[in-house]
C-alpha cells in the first residue's frame, strides 16, 4: 500500500541536455543542410568583414600617420609674412631673420627659403614662359634639409660650395612635372641653364617645397636678383621648449611689429588628419551594419522555415518527453551557431582585406582588438534575436499535430 502511494506520488522529470548534448541538437539542422547554411552565413559574414575592414583600415591609415609625425616630429615651426594691419603694403622679413631666429633659447637648427615670384623653371628656352607646370622658384640656405629632416631621393643637397653656382635641387614632385630623373640634367631658369645636382624625398610637412626648384642663396642673390629677404624661415628647437619659441618667434624677427610675422605650425595638418581618419569611415560602419542587419534577417527566415520543414522531428522529440524550454534551446542554438559561422569568416575576411590593404599600401597591419571581439558578439546577439521567433514557435508546437501533419 505504501509502495502504491510512492508510486502514485512520483513525478517523472525531463532528463538535462548537458553542453555537448546541445551542441550535438543544435548542430544538426545545420550538418543536414549545408548550402543553406553556407547562404546564410554569407550574409553575417559581409557584414562583419565590412565592418573590421573598414575599422582596420582607418586604424592602419592613422598608426601610418602616427609614424610619420614621430619620424618628422612635432618640434617645427614656420615664420612667414603675416598681412599688415593698416597699412595695406606687403610685409617683408628682414634678411637677417634666420639669424635672428637662431639666437632664440632652445631652437637648434635654422633654415630658410626665399620666393623668386617672377622666375620660371622650364626643360628648354624653346618652351614658353607662361608653361610654369606649377612649379616655382625658391632660393634655399644649407640648413633647410636639416631642418626639415627630409632626404635625398638622388643626387646630393647644397653645400658651400655648389650653392654659389647655377645648380638647382628639384622637389620630387617639380622633378617628375619636368622629366628630370636623374642629376646631371639641366634646366631652364631665367636665361640660362642650371644643373641639377638632387631630387628630394616626399616632404610631408613642406609640400610647397615638393613643387619647387630650389637654388642656392649665394647663387640667387648674383644671378636671380634675389634680395636676400626670406619668404619662410624654418626652425627646429627641443620638444620641451617649443611652446616657448613660438611665443617668442615672432617678437625676435619683428621686435617693432610682432603682428607682421605668422608662425604655424606644419605638423598640426597631420596630427588634425590622424584625429579625424575615422570621420569618414562612419558611412562604411553603417553600410555594414545595414549589411549584418540583412543577415539577421535571412538568418531568421532560414531558421523559421527549419521549424516548417522540421515539424515531425520538433513532434517526435516532444512525444518522447523533450520540453518545450529543450526546444527552444535547441533552435537558439542552432541559430547562434549559424550566425557564429559568418561572424567567425567575415573577422577572418576583414581581417584578411586589411592586411592586403596595408600591404598594397606599404602601411602597417593594424586591426583592434575590439573591432574583431566587437563584430563576434555582435553576430551572436543578432543571432539570439533571430532565433527566438522561430524557437518560441517550435516549442508551441503540438506534438500530436505535428506528428499529424506529416
Known sequence: ?????????????????????????????????????????????????????????????????????????????????????????????????????????????????????????????????????????????????????????????????????????????????????????QVWIDDRYYTVIGILDALPLAPDIERSALTGWSASKKLLGFDGRPTSVYERSTDASVDTVRKLLAASIDPENPRNVQVTDPSSALRAKAATEGAFSTLLLGLGGIALLVGGVGVANTMIISVLERRYEIGLRRSLGATRGQIRVQFVTESLMLSGLGGAAGVALGAAATAAYAVSGGLPWVVPPWSMAGGFAATLAIGTAAGLYPAIRAARLSPTLALHAT
Open 1 to 185: 500500500m505504501r509502495a502504491g502511494k510512492r508510486a502514485k506520488g512520483h513525478v517523472l522529470k525531463a532528463a538535462r541536455l548537458g553542453p555537448r548534448d546541445v551542441l550535438h541538437v543544435g548542430s544538426a539542422g545545420l550538418r543536414s543542410r549545408p548550402v543553406r547554411v553556407v547562404l546564410s552565413a554569407l550574409g553575417i559574414a559581409i557584414g562583419i568583414a565590412t565592418m573590421v575592414a573598414v575599422v582596420g583600415i582607418s586604424s592602419s591609415s592613422k598608426a601610418q600617420l602616427i609614424r610619420e609625425l614621430d619620424a618628422l616630429g612635432t618640434n617645427m615651426l614656420v615664420a612667414s609674412p603675416g598681412e599688415a594691419m593698416f597699412s595695406g603694403e606687403q610685409v617683408t622679413l628682414p634678411p637677417d631673420a634666420a639669424g635672428r631666429v637662431a639666437r632664440v633659447d632652445g631652437v637648434q637648427d635654422v633654415g630658410a627659403t626665399g620666393d623668386l615670384a617672377e622666375r620660371s623653371v622650364r626643360r628648354s628656352e624653346k618652351i614658353p614662359e607662361d608653361e610654369t607646370g606649377g612649379i616655382s622658384v625658391k632660393a634655399s640656405t644649407e640648413g633647410l634639409l636639416k631642418v626639415l629632416r627630409g632626404r635625398m631621393a638622388h643626387g646630393s643637397w647644397f653645400n658651400a660650395a655648389n650653392s654659389r653656382y647655377p645648380s638647382v635641387v628639384l622637389g620630387h614632385v617639380a622633378a617628375a612635372r619636368l622629366g628630370i630623373t636623374s642629376p646631371g640634367q
